[in-house]
Structures are given as C-alpha cells and as structure tokens.
C-alpha cells in the first residue's frame, strides 16, 4: 500500500512535493498504479500532465478509477497535442479478459480545455455519472434510462457500452493539426464500435477541403460550429446533420442572392435550432435582409455578432424591433457604417437591451461626435454593461470627455476600447500620422478624469499602430 504522510500545517503543499518527486521515477510509479489510493489519482494526473509526463499519463488513464476524466483548465508548455495522444492511448476501449488488474473505470475523456469544468464528477449515491456525457453515446442513453435503478460503475455492465472521447476540432492545413486529427480517426476505426468520438466543438477552415473527414464525424454531437471560407450550399449540407447547436458563427460565406432557393434553405435550417444562443455572420451581405434571418432565431439569443454584413437603415430599424434580441448579451455591430439617422432605431435597441446587455462592439463605423453622443445616451442605463468598444471612429476630445462622464455611473463597467481623438493625427484621420505626445496627453487625462471620479476599476484602452 502507499502511505502519503503529511503534516497538519500544510498538507496540500506536502502532497505536492510528495507527488513530484514520485514522478521524477516514472517507471516507479507506472507500476505501483495498482496500489495508489484512489484520491491520489487527481492530483497525480495534474501534475503529470502539467509536467508533460506523457508516459505517465498514459499508465494514468489505464488506471483511472473514476467514471469520467476532465483536462478542465488545465495547460502544459509541452506540445499539447503530444499529451493528448498519450491519454488516448491509454484509453482501454475493448474489455481487457481473465485480468487480476483493478483496471479503468473510465469511460468519458474530455479532452476540451474548459475552465469551469472539474477533473472528474461527483458520484451521485454511489453511481457513476457525468455531467458532460454525450447524448448521443450509448452509454448516456443507457445511464438515462436505467440510472434510478442500475450501478453503472459496475465493470461488467460498463463494458458492454462505448467509451466516450469528447474532443474540440479545428479543420484547417496545420500540418500538427492534420496528424492529429488522423491519429484519432485511426484510433475510432481500430475501436469497431467501442470508442465513440464525440466532436462538440467544430471550427473548419475551407469547407471544401474537408468533406471527406466530415463523414467520419457523428455532427449531431457538435453544439459550437464555425466555418470560415464556404459556399452557402455547403453550410446547408453541413446543418442539415446538426441538431442541437448552441453557436453557429459563419465568416466568408459565399452566396449568390438573398431571394434564392439557397438562402430560403439556410433560414429553414436556422429555424431548427431551437437551441441556438450565439450566432456571428461576418462578410456574410444582408442588406435589407436582416429581418428575415431574425425572424426565424429562436427567442432566447444572447449573442449576436454582425460585422461586416452592410447593414441598411431597415436593417437596424427591424433590429431595434425584434422580439428575438430583446434578451442580448453581446451585440456587435462593427465595421457597419452608421450614420445620424440609424441613431433612432438603435437608442431604441439600446433601451430594450438594457437590462441585459453586458458587451458592445461598434468599432469602424464611421461614427461623429452627433452619433455617438446620442447611443451613449441611451447606452448610459444599461446598468450590467461590461465591455464597450467603439475604436477607430473619428471622434473628438471634447466628445471623449462627454462620453467619459456619462459612463462613470455603470458601476458594472470595467473596459472602454475607444478612438485616438481626431486631433492627435496630422491631416487625415487615420491616414495621417500619429502625434504620440497629443495621444500621451490624451490618455492621461482620461486617467486622472477617472481616479478623480474613484474609477479606478474603469480600464480605458486605446491601441495604435
């Protein structure tokens, strides 16, 4: 047996040490697995992985004595990818026969990096379970309809059903990423049915490049999509295998008309998504046509990126109306020209978001002092806003100022991204050159504005080339 003695004083400082000179032998403790208490595995699995201790790992997860096993928020400066092969690995995806070994009880890896996740889930009356298990696996089905009366941690029942792999993909021509991405396709094929790949969150790169590799993926167990570099006809062929996603962000996206068959194919899909909280179009035109995109998202998004989408006067018109965004988080509307009639419409939107609101993007807009006066205005009584970014708009110092003092009251307001003043530039705003001691001045009456208001908490920033 293994015995960690450790002082009263400090006994996750102890353990610690104890763990880290106990992997400077791996051999040493690969074989003595079997005997290592079962509360020692979470600690010993993140020491190993932020030491890159890849062989280890491997053992580890061979071992692991818990249902499900999370890398959660934790980072390594080892090739990140190295020490996810290691772990897969380890993964025992056919049952082992006639073993005297106390072998793994695991069957969910996760290997996405997510802050607010724990290594392992809490067993509910002794029963295995995890909160993040994929359900389209067998084994959540499984779990959700016997869990009042079978033990899934039983091993005899636990091996009739897939190990669950839960993974986040980027498709693009990283040659890293593309061995990778083979080595877990060779990995689910050598499995035959054991191991269940379970992709939830997908970013592809060139659409076009990828078909083949999307037919090997199960895309009802992706939640996060993102593509970039894609016809519409393709995104379409690609929603049509989704159900249930939370995100969808489309960038680059070509299309040749707004009336077409394509586009009414694309409105039909989002109108699925029950599910849907974020979604971001950018270089995606929709002009005069945004009303017939909102029309079909659900009424519970949270997050709505348009940059780049040549939004018209109707457009923002219909936006300040719509009962869809009534509940935003995040609303971004960079790079949209905006101009002194739009204002009305989005104070509008403003006052119906204010209760919700927590980040806004305006940044390369086109917007005048007159502007953005009267959208500070409005944006003064969203009382939860976080985040506000209104960059590379030419405004002036006078109107800096202004902007500065009707902010001080949102308390909740912690960053400012805004415009260099027109005046710190020589000729053309923009395309003339920068006066960094104008800017230096600028910035530093900005900072003494705020520790005089006891506003220190309000981080404004400004970036330049």
Known sequence: MWLVKMDDKDPATLLDLAIHSLLKNEPMIIQSLEEIPRELFIPLFTAAFLGGHKKTLTAIVKAWPFFCLHIGKLRSHETHCA????????????????????????????????ADCRTTCFQIRNKSFCFHSCSYSQTSSHRRREHSTVNLGSEVQLSRYPTELLVGLSLNSNLRTRTFLSFLLSKVEQSSGSLHLCCRDLQIYKLSDYNDTLKLLNLLCTDHLAVDKASLNDVNT????????????????????????????FLTQLERMDNLQELNLSFFCLTNRLHRLLRVLPRNLNYLDLPFCELSYRDFRFLSQCPQVAHLKRLNLSNNPISWEDCEPLQTLMENVSGTLQYLEINHCLITDSTIFSLIQALSHCSHLRVLSFASNPITMSMLIRILQNLLPLMELKYVIYP???????????QGILDRQKLAGVQAQLKAMLQAAQRSDMNWITFSE
Not at 100 to 113: C, E, I
Not at 246 to 259: A, E, F, P, V
Not at 420 to 430: A, G, S
């Open 420 to 430: 260099i003043p027109v005046h710190c530039y020589e000729r053309w705003y923009f």
């Open 238 to 265: 690609l929603l049509s295998q989704m159900i249930h996603l939370d995100s969808l962000s489309l960038s680059k996206i070509t299309l040749t008309s707004l009336t077409g068959k394509i586009f009414k194919s």
């Open 83 to 114: 020490l996810l092969k290691a772990m897969i690995d380890g993964l025992q995806v056919l049952p082992v026969l006639n073993s005297a070994s106390r072998g793994s009880k695991l069957k969910v890896l996760d290997l996405r990096q997510d």
